[in-house]
């Protein structure tokens, strides 16, 4: 079973940046779709993007232009640049991998992102 390991999370003021790291134990970031999703107190995890095999990016309407991803297949990682960060970006951020863009099946353990006003 593929084992991910996210990496990047920290404090960061109101439009600031962070950049997120997740890399996979097994070859799975050129074959599937591999993405974050994050959870914020109170709420349920929700999708904020992902990359397929063929580089194709997918984006929450909440961080289309802040937040880009990429992909090196040959480290077998998955990077998520976080741009202009605002307070309700504050979360537990997950990195996912699975057979389709905004539904994974297999989780790392998360980071915390915590964006200060």
């Known amino acids: 079973q593929v084992q991910l390991v996210e990496s990047g999370g920290g404090l960061v003021q109101a439009g600031g940046s962070l950049r997120l790291s997740c890399a996979a134990s097994l070859r799975i970031v050129g074959i599937y779709y591999t993405g974050w999703f994050r959870q914020a107190p109170g709420q349920e995890r929700e999708f904020v993007a992902s990359i397929s095999w063929s580089g194709t990016a997918s984006y929450a309407d909440p961080v289309k232009g802040r937040f880009t991803i990429s992909r090196d297949n040959a480290k077998n990682t998955v990077t998520l640049q976080m741009n202009s960060l605002k307070p309700e970006d504050t979360a537990v951020y997950y990195c996912?991998?699975?057979?389709?863009?905004?539904?994974?099946?297999?989780w790392g353990q998360g980071t915390q992102v915590t964006v200060s006003s």
């Open positions: 996912g991998t699975g057979g389709r863009p905004d539904y994974f099946s297999s």
